[in-house]
């Protein structure tokens, strides 16, 4: 960390990136998880379908949302914006 102190437009810059980020990542993870698990809350499918979906939903729309996160915030923070 450098010793240079951060203005605060800088500072309010950061803390309207990262609730960009968290905001874009829950809509994602959402939208994901709905149209992967959406099948087994609309249509009666055997349990081991029905839990297989939501797994995946879970599983997909969870990483999505934190590489979301990162790549937000890793385009924030790069030089050359």
């Known amino acids: 960390m450098g010793s240079k102190r951060r203005s605060q437009a800088e500072r309010d810059a950061i803390t309207v990136e990262i609730g960009y980020a968290l905001v874009s990542a829950c809509f994602l993870g959402g939208v994901v998880f709905a149209t992967l698990a959406g ?43």
């Open 39 to 81: 099948p087994a809350v609309v249509w009666h499918l055997p349990p081991a379908v029905e839990q297989s979906l939501l797994a995946t939903g879970t599983v997909v729309g969870g990483v999505l949302a934190v590489l979301r996160v990162v790549h937000v915030l890793w385009r924030f923070g790069s030089p050359n914006r």
